[in-house]
């Protein structure tokens, strides 16, 4: 098992019953410094009040198991407001909010689309944008879509 593994399973373990959730652990070298970052969430409302507690409980449990020997700095945080949608059921959990989603190709003259997802098929979403004055209406297959995320809309 990996580190970021062994770090998914003891931050599972560690949020077990409470109203917490993992996003995401993901472990890089950046310059000549080494980040563990936990992303976790909260029902979409993850505080800097959690994330210092949560912090508090990740440090505590990785000191005592020492997975890593190398020095490394312990980020805990909210995965955003403009998370990406990385699976299927992300995704279908997002119906309704505002997205922002990039294709590969061309589609109505644009790649960068900006609306709501409006439904999710075993195969395709459709979302509602605005192009200029205009709503209109996309349906895009999965195979598709090179990024997909929340927005925040202006």
Known sequence: MNLVSKVKEIALEKIKDTEYSLYDVEYVKEGTEYFLRIYFDKNGNLSLDDCVFLSEIMAEEL??????????????????????????????????????????????????????????????????????????????????IAKIRLAVKF
């Open 63 to 144: 000191d005592n198991k020492d997975l890593i020997s190398d020095k490394y700095y312990l980020e805990v945080s909210s995965p955003g407001i403009e998370r990406e949608l990385r699976n299927i059921e992300e995704i279908q959990e997002s119906i309704g909010k505002y997205i922002y989603v990039k294709t590969y190709e061309k589609h109505n003259n644009q790649k960068e689309f900006y609306g709501d997802l409006k439904s999710v098929g075993d195969e395709n979403i459709t979302i509602e944008y605005r192009d200029k004055a205009r709503i209109k209406t996309i349906t895009l297959g999965y195979k598709q």
